[in-house]
């Protein structure tokens, strides 16, 4: 008999912790669900990102004597950055922000990162960094593109921004989201509104950028 009460007192124990097993996962799914809810109705828009200025500081290039071998290629531009959070109750976390350059989708200047920052409802923030690459090897055909582009007065590089960004809505903060923008800088040796810089290239006008999250 009194093992028949200890098998009864180990049966209520059993049960006692699948029911708040249950209740835990219960509870789990509620909280998702509602976090969902949350997420659809509010569903954040992207973040608005903007060239406002890019001014060339150098761009010197070295062409390798053999056309089978690459040349080398030194940049420094300085960029201005804007971005408006167009939300009007989703923040954003922007954890990690990498800026650099590009030439036809080939990297011309090392990443220099963004201090972290958190952007409100509408807010806005601007950066100025300063992107460098010296003695960048770049690919043989890329060299006659780019005199021919200095030469002609017309230069297209890019700007591109790979980072990590968050949600949140009231107190509810979301997982990490992959962002990444491309911003157009059109460089011109006649008209544009910045100063003259390398090559007597200058920006030409403010431009939107492409965002993809």
């Known amino acids: 008999m009194g093992k028949d ?4 007192g180990e049966d209520n124990v059993r049960q006692a912790c699948r029911r708040v097993l249950a209740f835990l996962f219960f509870l789990a799914l509620v909280v998702g669900f509602i976090a ?10 992207h973040p608005r990102f903007f060239l406002q200025d890019a001014s060339l ?14 040349g080398i290629l030194s940049t420094t531009l300085q960029v201005t950055i804007a971005s408006r959070n167009p939300n009007d109750r989703v923040g954003v976390y922007y954890d990690r922000l990498d ?3 590009s030439y036809k989708y080939q990297q011309i200047t090392l990443a220099s990162a963004l ?32 005199a021919t582009d200095v030469q002609a007065g017309t230069l297209v590089l890019q700007v591109k921004i790979d980072g ?5 809505v009231g107190s509810w903060i979301s997982g990490h989201y992959h962002i990444f923008v491309t911003c157009p800088a059109y460089l011109t040796g006649v008209g544009g509104n910045g100063a003259p810089g390398a090559s007597g290239l200058r920006f030409q006008s403010a431009t939107y950028c492409r965002v993809e999250v």
């Open 5 to 8: 009460c200890g098998n009864h």
């Open 36 to 45: 969902l809810i949350v997420y659809l109705v509010l569903r954040p828009t």
């Open 57 to 70: 500081q150098q761009l010197d290039a070295l062409t390798a004597n053999s056309s089978a071998n690459a």
């Open 99 to 101: 800026v650099y350059a």
């Open 115 to 146: 201090p972290p920052v958190y952007q409100g409802h509408g807010d806005v923030e601007v950066w100025s960094p300063v992107l460098t690459g010296p003695g960048v090897p770049f690919a043989p055909y890329l060299a006659s593109s780019l």
């Open 164 to 168: 990590r960004v968050r949600w949140k």
